[in-house]
């Protein structure tokens, strides 16, 4: 069974930091998405990762994956407020484009 | 372009009442998938469809079912309603597998937020 681990599970950071959320995540795949969710709201695509050595940028966010470590990155340059959500990773699953999610990382940006 | 569609938005059940959520997409999507969403969590996969008139179990299937008739409907029904089934419920779809969607993602409805007490 795939388990996909992300940490941290919360993050508080001042305007202007920077951080990285890691995915884990325990069988081989070679896809990755990121999402954004806002509270109360549905999630957002961010970036999809389609094989090892992928970055992807978007602003203040850079994503990453590296199949062979099965770790993927979501790299926040100079954070803003608006930036704070829960981000999710998710990982494609065996056949249909089924994805494993994370359990999420909160972030929270403040002054 | 209305993406997907899910209805109703909220709803409040009694034990043992049943209900049907709606999902509806118009991007002439095959994939489709219906998610649950509990507090603080990811999303578990409840069940899916590669196409009209096939589905398949995903994680956590027990006490729903599902229809797919066309490609543009996916409705997920409760049979007598348990409280562990209070959730958000996401549907989500993808135009297919291959090379030629890979850089898809799956494209999620706004969610119906299911009390049961």
């Known amino acids: 069974e795939l388990k996909v681990e992300q940490n941290p599970l919360f993050l508080s950071m001042q305007e202007g930091k920077n951080y990285t959320i890691y995915c884990n995540y325990s069988t081989t795949s070679d896809r990755l998405y990121w999402y954004r969710q806002d509270p109360g709201k549905s999630l957002e695509s961010l970036f999809v990762?389609?094989?090892?050595?992928a970055v992807k940028q978007e602003g203040r966010l850079m994503a990453s994956l590296d199949t062979k470590a099965r770790l993927s990155t979501l790299h926040i340059t100079a954070a803003v407020h608006d930036l704070s959500a829960t981000y999710f990773c998710a990982v494609l699953t065996g056949t249909a484009s089924k994805l494993t999610f994370g359990t999420g990382t909160r972030l929270q940006v403040t002054l | 372009n209305a993406g997907v569609t899910q209805t109703p938005k909220f709803r409040i059940l009694k034990i043992g009442q049943s209900m049907t959520l709606q999902c509806a997409q118009d991007m002439n999507h095959n994939y489709m998938y219906w998610y649950r969403q509990d507090p603080g969590m990811g999303l578990k996969l409840i069940y899916y469809s590669v196409g009209a008139g096939i589905t398949d179990k995903g994680e956590v299937p027990n006490g729903y079912n599902v229809s797919r008739s066309t490609t543009e409907y996916f409705p997920l029904r409760l049979e007598l309603a348990a409280p562990s089934q209070t959730s958000v419920y996401f549907c989500?779809?993808?135009?297919?597998?291959?090379?030629?969607?890979?850089?898809?993602?799956?494209?999620f409805g706004d969610g119906t937020r299911l009390s049961i007490l």
């Open positions: 989500a779809s993808t135009p297919g597998q291959g090379a030629l969607y890979s850089n898809q993602p799956q494209h």
């Open positions: 990762l389609l094989s090892n050595g």
